[in-house]
C-alpha cells in the first residue's frame, strides 16, 4: 500500500487559512482507505526557531489537538510526533554523509537568510544555526525511513521535497537500493484563504482569524475584517474579503441568500453579524473537541504514543536496510 505522509511543523496557533487551506484537505484525503496516512508533528524541526520549553510544549500539544478536533482518526492515521522516533535522528546522520553540501547552499529558506543579512551588512553567517542549514536533510530522514510514496505539502515546501529526492539517490547511488524516491503532491488548494486586510491569511501579516479562539475573539477578529465605505442601501459586490470568508463556512443555501441581500443592499455590520454566526456555527463543535484533548493532554500522549509504536516499526524496518547496506551489521 502507498504511503502519504506529512510533517506539521508546531509552530503557533492555527488559524482559519490552515484549515481550509491544508488541514481539511489533509483529513479529507487521509480517509481514502486506498493509502495508508502518516501525520507526523515535526517537533525537532521547530528547535531551530522555538527555545522556550513550555513554549514547545504547548504549540505541540496545540497542534495535536488541532488536528484531531478537526477530524483526524488516529485509529486510521498513523498519527505520532517526530522526536518520539529515534531512529529518524540516527538516519539523519547517516544521509548527512551523503548529501552535498551544494545542495543545501542553494535552499530557499538558507538562502534568503544569507541575502537578509549581506543587505543588513551583517556576516553572511549570522544567526543562521546548523538546524536551519540542515533542516532538509531531517525532512528528508523524515520522509525516506517511512518509505513514503507521496507527500502533500504546499508550494513552500516544494523545493524541499526535491532536495529528499535527491538525498535518497545519493544514497541509493553510494549503497545500493535502498529507499523510496518520494514524489511531492501539491494538492489543488480552494485558492488562497483571505485575511482580515484582503491579503493572503498569515500570521506575518498579522491578518488571521484563529481557528479555536473563543468566541468572544472570534467575533471580534470578524468584526475586523476590512470593508468600504458604502452605505447599507447600496447594492455591494461580492468581490470582497467578507464576502470571501463567509463563503468558506456557508453552506449552499447560506450562500444564495447572502448574495440575494448584496444584490438587493445590506450593512456591512449585519454581513459580519451573520458571518460570526455562520461561522461560529460551523466551528462549535470542533472547538469543543479542540478544547477537551486541551484539558485532557494525557489523551493526546496515549494517541501519539500509540502512533509512535506504528511509525517506529516501520521506522526499524528501514534502519536494518540502512545498517546492512552500510556495513554496521
Ligand atoms: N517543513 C515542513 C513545514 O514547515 C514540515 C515538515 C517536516 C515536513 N518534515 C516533513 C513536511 C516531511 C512533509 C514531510 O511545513
Redesign the pocket.
Known amino acids: 500500500m502507498e504511503i502519504v ?5 508546531p509552530t503557533g496557533t492555527s488559524h482559519i487559512g490552515n484549515y481550509f487551506g491544508a488541514i481539511k484537505q489533509a483529513i479529507e484525503f487521509s480517509k481514502n482507505s486506498n493509502y495508508l496516512s502518516m501525520f507526523f508533528i ?1 517537533d525537532y ?1 521547530s528547535l531551530n526557531t522555538i527555545k522556550d520549553p513550555e513554549l514547545f510544549q504547548r504549540y505541540t500539544y496545540e497542534i495535536a489537538a488541532t488536528w484531531l478536533a478537526c477530524g483526524l482518526d488516529p485509529n486510521k492515521v498513523v498519527f505520532y510526533k517526530q522526536s518520539d522516533v529515534p531512529e529518524v535522528f540516527e538516519l539523519n546522520w547517516i544521509l548527512n554523509n551523503v548529501t552535498p553540501k551544494g545542495l543545501l547552499n542553494r535552499a530557499h529558506a538558507y538562502k534568503a537568510k544569507v541575502e537578509e543579512n549581506k543587505n543588513n551588512n551583517l556576516d553572511a553567517d549570522s544567526g543562521i544555526n546548523m538546524g536551519l542549514f540542515c533542516y532538509p536533510v531531517l ?1 528528508a530522514a ?2 525516506l525511513i517511512m518509505n513514503a510514496n507521496k ?1 502533500p ?1 504546499g508550494q513552500d ?1 516544494k523545493q ?1 521535497i526535491e532536495i529528499a529526492k535527491e538525498i535518497a539517490r545519493y544514497f541509493n547511488n553510494a549503497f545500493g537500493s535502498c529507499f523510496t524516491v518520494p514524489e511531492e503532491f501539491i494538492p489543488d488548494s480552494v485558492g488562497t484563504v483571505i485575511g482580515l486586510d484582503g491579503r493572503k491569511m498569515s500570521k506575518s501579516y498579522n491578518n488571521t482569524i484563529n481557528l479555536f479562539g473563543s468566541e468572544k475573539l472570534l467575533k471580534s477578529q470578524i468584526n475586523k475584517i476590512v470593508t468600504n465605505s458604502q452605505t447599507p442601501e447600496e447594492p455591494k459586490d461580492t468581490n470582497c474579503s467578507i464576502f470571501k470568508i463567509f463563503s468558506l463556512f456557508a453552506n449552499l443555501q447560506q450562500l444564495e441568500e447572502m448574495k440575494i441581500k448584496f444584490a438587493q443592499g445590506i450593512g456591512w455590520g449585519e454581513v459580519k453579524k451573520i458571518t460570526f454566526e455562520v461561522a461560529n456555527t460551523f466551528i462549535a463543535p470542533m472547538r469543543e473537541k479542540y478544547n477537551y484533548y486541551i484539558n485532557n493532554k494525557s489523551e493526546i500522549d496515549k494517541i501519539l504514543e500509540a502512533g509512535a509504536i506504528k511509525a517506529r516499526k516501520i521506522a526499524e524496518e528501514t534502519m536494518l536496510k540502512v545498517k546492512k547496506l552500510i556495513g554496521k551489521i
Open positions: 505522509l506529512t510533517g506539521i511543523k515535526a524541526h525532512m523524515d520522509i507527500i505539502v515546501q524541499h
